[in-house]
């Protein structure tokens, strides 16, 4: 499967932005999916995952309320709607598939597949 990430922009705090993972291939359907981003300076980090059919979410405690990720299997497409944006925010941010699982995984290792990433700024 192949992954494109957009969505990301320049944005002051306390806004919101939805990012998108476009995947293309019919693997999408059979994949978990998670979003990873990476600050200026430091390594990346797991932020939220969906299990294949969507019943199933997993988020890093400090954007648990905020960032909600779906998919919408149809379009082959999965979403981070990130809400209250802060500064701490800022960092690339990556989509990723692997194949199902019964486990949703926090581990970058443990995927497969990586979209390019699209970058969010957020401003004080």
């Known amino acids: 499967v192949q992954l494109q990430a957009s969505g990301g922009g320049l944005v002051q705090a306390g806004g919101s932005l939805r990012l998108t993972c476009a995947a293309s291939?019919?693997?999408?359907?059979?994949?978990?999916m998670g979003w990873f981003r990476q600050a200026p300076g430091k390594e990346r980090e797991f932020v939220a995952a969906?299990?294949?059919?969507?019943?199933?979410?997993l988020y890093e405690d400090s954007v648990k309320g905020r960032f909600t990720i779906s998919r919408d299997n149809a379009k082959n497409t999965a979403y981070l709607q990130i809400n209250n944006l802060k500064p701490e925010d800022t960092a690339v941010y990556y989509c990723a598939a692997r194949p199902l699982t019964l486990t949703l995984s926090i581990r970058g290792n443990d995927y497969n597949y990586w979209g390019q990433g699209t970058l969010v700024t957020v401003s004080s």
């Open positions: 969906i299990s294949w059919g969507g019943g199933a979410t």
């Open positions: 291939g019919r693997t999408f359907r059979t994949s978990d």
